[in-house]
Nanobody, 128 residues
């Protein structure tokens, strides 16, 4: 089993930057892809970005492409999300997730159903 703990959320002005972290512990050798999702009140949890744990290939939602960067540090078992040029619609709660499923196409990982488990979430607020 893999446990995930997010951190790094907070308040940022529109146009500013924030970096989220997600520390993984447990049976991380089984992880194939890790990703970030976000969820606003009353809305479904939506895919933000994903990365293959081994190899580092990345995939982004169109809404964040060019502004957000997902990365990982395998030695530290930590996932990151660098968020630049932030907008009010980038709020509020960000979740990291891991998947042990192997899909050839990274686009398959944009579905919540691909993921085994989730962190508890970290709050992001963007002031306009």
């Amino acid at each position: 089993q893999v446990q995930l703990v997010e951190s790094g959320g907070g308040l940022v002005q529109a146009g500013g930057a924030l970096r989220l972290s997600c520390a993984a512990s447990g049976r991380t050798a089984s992880v194939h892809v890790m990703a970030w999702f976000r969820q606003a009140p009353g809305k479904e949890r939506e895919f933000v970005a994903g990365i293959r744990w081994n190899g580092g290939s990345t995939y982004y939602a169109d809404s964040v492409k060019g502004r957000f960067t997902i990365s990982r540090d395998n030695a530290k078992n930590t996932l990151y999300l660098q968020m630049d040029e932030m907008k009010p619609e980038d709020a509020p709660v960000y979740y990291c997730a891991f998947s042990t499923v192997i899909y050839y196409s990274l686009s398959r990982y944009s579905s919540r159903l691909a993921y085994d488990s989730w962190g508890q979430g970290t709050q992001v607020t963007v002031s306009s």
